[in-house]
């Protein structure tokens, strides 16, 4: 996934500090996607950053990489992979030590608002204007949407990263004839199925954003939110207090180490069969084909369920985003090259390398029989449709519904595991809830403040 760690964009870092760090880190590690090895490249050089960087997703970059190339020969492009807990630290690094990447992409959207609001970021309206804001879906781009009536980013996918995953064949051993709606139905369904060596659920409890981020999912399928719509702090409340209910009676259900999951750990828990359900994004489909095929014919997903079922579900969507650094050289060519990875049969390759995981923006992509034709898409098309259809009403922490105002802390807030620290006290140090519900909730607006 796409999230962000402690460290904040404004932290100080040396020059000299800066170009060691950034020689040591994920951003430094070029992959060379193009062939201009030997004699000297006289060629203009852009940079593309990205913390999704799977064997296949580079081989999908790959493509587009040359496809560009080829029409523009005077232009080389360097894909350069990052890390998505670690970003916050390597975009300072870059901005510190002037080494910005011309292209960045599968940032989150509030991070791309934070950044922008900062003035660190270019707006993309030309970008959105070259790709054909009609061929997006309705609405795509309005997370984007800046106070200066601009966009900071652009959609290169969307991902509906909560869904829950379950074993159809484990339910029905347990009497189950329905995926869980409700939580009380969900912790049933776990109790019943947790045997064998086999737990219940994969839910996670690290201090960590995945934590942070899943846990605001929960507070607003319980009816809650973590801020109001006009931004002041609203998660002091009895929704609250039923999602930390609600957590800490699913621990019996996780396997012992979901203490300390973030994304992988509990993406592995489900994709081996440890776990009869599990919470993710449409990675489980490749992950399951490549590791644990015997499970493939089993496996379902739903929208996770609700407290009751008259709370509408709610989707956590990070729209990982396209942007562009404010001060990137080459200001023309990087845009070229951005509106140029929506070439539909290339963009729906790029999709390919990561069905269901990253999921189509425009219209007429998701639709397209090629993009269709992929053979995890077709076995799971009716999955596939209902992330699809999740994700494009999805929310988070940087606009939590439609009627709220973007929320311009929500990286600082995620960045600082503030909702994670609240899941931990309660859940695992069994701290009183009304003492660590209001705690949080002072943290949180001094974050706002700050």
Same mark, same amino acid.
């Given at each position: 996934?796409?999230?962000?760690?402690?460290?904040?964009?404004?932290?100080?870092?040396?020059?000299?500090?800066?170009?060691?760090?950034?020689?040591?880190?994920?951003?430094?590690?070029?992959?060379?996607?193009?062939?201009?090895?030997?004699?000297?490249?006289?060629?203009?050089?852009?940079?593309? $950053?990205?913390?999704?960087?799977?064997?296949?997703?580079?081989?999908?970059?790959?493509?587009?990489?040359?496809?560009?190339?080829?029409?523009?020969?005077?232009?080389?492009?360097?894909?350069?992979?990052?890390?998505?807990?670690?970003?916050?630290?390597?975009?300072?690094?870059?901005?510190?030590?002037?080494?910005?990447?011309?292209?960045?992409?599968?940032?989150?959207?509030?991070?791309?608002?934070?950044?922008?609001?900062?003035?660190?970021?270019?707006?993309?309206?030309?970008?959105?204007?070259?790709?054909?804001?009609?061929?997006?879906?309705?609405?795509?781009?309005?997370?984007?949407?800046?106070?200066?009536? *601009?966009?900071?980013?652009?959609?290169?996918?969307?991902?509906?990263?909560?869904?829950? $995953?379950?074993?159809? %064949?484990?339910?029905?051993? &347990?009497?189950?004839?329905?995926?869980?709606?409700?939580?009380?139905?969900?912790?049933?369904?776990?109790?019943?199925?947790?045997?064998?060596?086999?737990?219940?659920?994969?839910?996670?409890?690290?201090?960590?954003?995945?934590?942070?981020?899943?846990?605001?999912?929960?507070? *607003?399928?319980?009816?809650?939110?973590?801020?109001?719509?006009?931004?002041?702090?609203?998660?002091?409340?009895?929704?609250?207090?039923?999602?930390?209910?609600?957590?800490?009676?699913?621990?019996?259900?996780?396997?012992?180490? &979901?203490?300390?999951?973030? $994304?992988?750990?509990?993406?592995?828990?489900?994709?081996?069969?440890?776990?009869?359900?599990?919470?993710?994004?449409?990675?489980?489909?490749?992950?399951?084909?490549?590791?644990?095929?015997?499970?493939?014919?089993?496996?379902?997903?739903?929208?996770?369920?609700?407290?009751?079922?008259?709370?509408?579900?709610?989707?956590?969507?990070?729209?990982?985003?396209?942007?562009?650094?404010?001060?990137?050289?080459?200001?023309?060519?990087?845009?070229?090259?951005?509106?140029?990875?929506?070439?539909?049969?290339?963009?729906?390759?790029?999709?390919?390398?990561?069905?269901?995981?990253?999921?189509?923006?425009?219209?007429?992509?998701? %639709?397209?029989?090629?993009?269709?034709?992929?053979?995890?898409?077709?076995?799971?098309?009716?999955?596939?449709?209902?992330?699809?259809?999740?994700?494009?009403?999805?929310?988070?922490?940087?606009?939590?519904?439609?009627?709220?105002?973007?929320?311009?802390?929500?990286?600082?807030?995620?960045?600082?595991?503030?909702?994670?620290?609240?899941?931990?006290?309660?859940?695992?140090?069994?701290?009183?809830?009304?003492?660590?519900?209001?705690?949080?909730?002072?943290?949180?607006?001094?974050?706002?403040?700050?």
């Amino acid at each position: 996934m796409n999230q962000p760690e402690r460290n904040s964009l404004r932290r100080h870092i040396t020059r000299r500090g800066a170009l060691r760090v950034l020689a040591g880190s994920g951003a430094a590690a070029a992959v060379a996607l193009t062939a201009g090895c030997g004699s000297k490249d006289e060629r203009t050089t852009l940079r593309w $950053w990205s913390p999704q960087a799977s064997p296949d997703q580079l081989k999908a970059y790959k493509a587009q990489i040359a496809a560009f190339e080829a029409a523009n020969p005077t232009i080389r492009v360097v894909f350069e992979a990052t890390s998505d807990e670690g970003y916050p630290a390597q975009f300072a690094t870059a901005f510190a030590a002037r080494q910005l990447p011309n292209l960045v992409t599968h940032l989150p959207s509030f991070a791309a608002q934070q950044y922008y609001a900062e003035g660190l970021l270019e707006p993309v309206d030309d970008v959105i204007k070259a790709i054909g804001i009609d061929r997006y879906f309705a609405g795509a781009n309005e997370v984007y949407r800046t106070s200066d009536k *601009h966009y900071c980013a652009t959609g290169i996918g969307n991902t509906a990263a909560d869904m829950l $995953w379950y074993r159809k %064949d484990l339910l029905a051993a &347990a009497g189950i004839t329905a995926p869980p709606a409700t939580w009380d139905e969900l912790r049933s369904a776990a109790q019943k199925m947790q045997r064998d060596g086999i737990y219940g659920a994969a839910l996670p409890y690290g201090m960590n954003a995945m934590t942070s981020l899943i846990f605001i999912g929960f507070i *607003h399928r319980a009816g809650g939110q973590v801020f109001s719509p006009d931004l002041q702090v609203a998660i002091d409340s009895q929704p609250t207090y039923d999602a930390l209910a609600f957590f800490q009676s699913m621990r019996e259900f996780c396997p012992t180490g &979901a203490s300390n999951f973030s $994304w992988g750990e509990s993406l592995t828990a489900f994709v081996s069969g440890s776990t009869a359900t599990g919470i993710y994004s449409g990675r489980v489909l490749a992950n399951v084909a490549a590791q644990n095929p015997a499970i493939a014919d089993a496996i379902g997903c739903t929208t996770y369920p609700t407290m009751s079922r008259d709370i509408p579900a709610w989707t956590y969507n990070d729209f990982p985003c396209l942007l562009i650094p404010k001060g990137a050289p080459h200001l023309a060519e990087t845009k070229a090259f951005a509106a140029s990875l929506y070439q539909p049969q290339l963009y729906a390759q790029q999709m390919h390398a990561a069905p269901g995981h990253v999921l189509p923006v425009l219209r007429a992509v998701a %639709d397209d029989g090629f993009y269709r034709a992929n053979p995890l898409i077709t076995r799971y098309a009716a999955e596939v449709d209902l992330m699809t259809k999740a994700a494009t009403a999805g929310h988070n922490l940087g606009q939590e519904t439609a009627a709220h105002k973007p929320n311009l802390k929500a990286n600082e807030i995620i960045a600082s595991n503030a909702i994670a620290e609240l899941v931990q006290r309660v859940v695992l140090n069994k701290e009183n809830p009304k003492a660590a519900v209001a705690a949080t909730a002072v943290r949180l607006a001094e974050l706002m403040r700050a």
